[in-house]
């Protein structure tokens, strides 16, 4: 997964580190950014179903409509079943329970589930959304096992409304499906930060890293992006100082990360298309 504060570049380096992995195996570019640029990056609308984009490499953008149509397809027969069996309701019940804050958090990454149990691909390459939406759709995978498990002690007290339907089935498959979900994150996962050399972008990626530590994925590292070169700033004072400011969060950075990996990429000109730019990005990544 790539990580990091809002416009530092994760997608650009998820992109060519999936360019990279393509070329020895099949590869899955995925995308739960919002605001994700994954189609005008390959020229083609991503936000219906998996598409090849290159040799060896499929992409998705996963857009909020796209998750719940897979999550009623796979869930809305059994919840309408449970619930129908003790409330007068007509199946608009599905729509409210859809709008229920964190459902598609849950099974965003149920489709990242799927996906990786799949086998079909060899590497799946993660782009998130910034930070904070990264680190609650984490931390609320932990949140819904404690509340299925608290779901379970409720339904032994009220089972005896229920005469046709056994909803802990349900239940104890949303709670598997969870258990399934952290120990993917856990033991399949691992996080590259991405940062800016600037004081904000820096700060929050040394938290994130300490955040997803915590949660239990490995951090293999940082990846510094747009990194100024000498040569092209000491011929004007404005870029002068703008360096010396990037050398500075740069230090602070590579101190923090206490010996951890940190990659630098240079500021490069050119238009984040599969060849050229990104090209060019993935040489300077190798396999991350």
């Given at each position: 997964?790539?990580t990091?504060?809002?416009?530092?570049?994760?997608?650009?380096?998820?992109?060519a580190?999936?360019l990279k992995?393509?070329?020895?195996g099949?590869?899955?570019?995925?995308s739960?950014?919002?605001?994700?640029?994954?189609?005008e990056i390959?020229?083609?609308?991503?936000?219906?179903?998996?598409?090849?984009?290159?040799?060896?490499l499929?992409?998705?953008?996963?857009?909020?409509?796209?998750?719940?149509?897979?999550?009623?397809?796979?869930?809305?027969?059994?919840?309408?079943t449970?619930?129908?069996?003790?409330?007068?309701?007509?199946?608009?019940?599905?729509?409210?329970?859809?709008?229920?804050?964190?459902?598609?958090d849950?099974?965003?990454?149920d489709y990242l589930?799927?996906?990786a149990?799949?086998?079909?691909?060899?590497?799946?390459?993660?782009?998130?959304?910034?930070?904070v939406?990264t680190?609650?759709?984490?931390?609320?995978?932990?949140?819904?096992?404690?509340?299925?498990?608290?779901?379970?002690k409720?339904?032994?007290?009220?089972?005896?409304?229920?005469t046709?339907?056994?909803?802990?089935?349900?239940i104890?498959?949303?709670?598997?499906?969870?258990?399934q979900?952290?120990?993917?994150l856990q033991?399949?996962t691992?996080?590259?930060?991405?940062?800016?050399?600037?004081?904000?972008?820096?700060?929050q990626?040394?938290?994130?890293?300490?955040?997803?530590t915590?949660?239990?994925?490995?951090?293999?590292?940082?990846?510094?992006?747009?990194?100024?070169?000498?040569?092209?700033?000491?011929?004007?004072?404005?870029?002068?100082?703008?360096?010396?400011?990037?050398?500075r969060?740069?230090?602070?950075?590579?101190?923090?990360?206490?010996?951890?990996?940190?990659t630098?990429?240079?500021?490069l000109s050119?238009?984040?298309?599969?060849h050229?730019?990104?090209?060019?990005?993935?040489e300077?990544l190798?396999?991350p």
């Amino acid at each position: 997964m790539f990580t990091g504060k809002g416009g530092v570049g994760k997608t650009t380096m998820a992109v060519a580190t999936a360019l990279k992995y393509a070329q020895s195996g099949k590869t899955l570019l995925i995308s739960t950014d919002p605001s994700g640029s994954l189609s005008e990056i390959f020229s083609q609308a991503l936000d219906q179903q998996v598409t090849e984009v290159a040799s060896n490499l499929d992409a998705v953008e996963l857009t909020r409509k796209l998750v719940l149509d897979l999550w009623r397809e796979k869930f809305g027969d059994e919840i309408y079943t449970v619930l129908s069996s003790f409330l007068p309701v007509g199946r608009e019940i599905i729509d409210y329970i859809e709008g229920a804050p964190g459902i598609e958090d849950e099974f965003m990454l149920d489709y990242l589930l799927t996906k990786a149990q799949s086998n079909i691909y060899q590497t799946i390459v993660w782009d998130t959304a910034p930070t904070v939406t990264t680190l609650n759709l984490l931390f609320i995978q932990q949140l819904f096992y404690t509340h299925l498990t608290q779901a379970q002690k409720v339904y032994l007290k009220v089972k005896g409304v229920f005469t046709h339907v056994d909803p802990l089935a349900l239940i104890n498959k949303w709670q598997q499906l969870t258990a399934q979900i952290i120990a993917m994150l856990q033991s399949e996962t691992t996080a590259w930060v991405v940062a800016n050399p600037e004081r904000l972008p820096v700060e929050q990626a040394l938290n994130i890293a300490a955040s997803l530590t915590a949660f239990g994925i490995k951090v293999n590292g940082f990846i510094l992006n747009k990194m100024l070169p000498l040569e092209l700033c000491n011929t004007h004072p404005f870029w002068q100082a703008k360096f010396e400011s990037q050398q500075r969060w740069r230090e602070r950075l590579l101190q923090a990360a206490d010996g951890q990996r940190v990659t630098e990429i240079p500021e490069l000109s050119g238009e984040k298309m599969a060849h050229g730019f990104l090209a060019e990005v993935s040489e300077l990544l190798g396999k991350p």
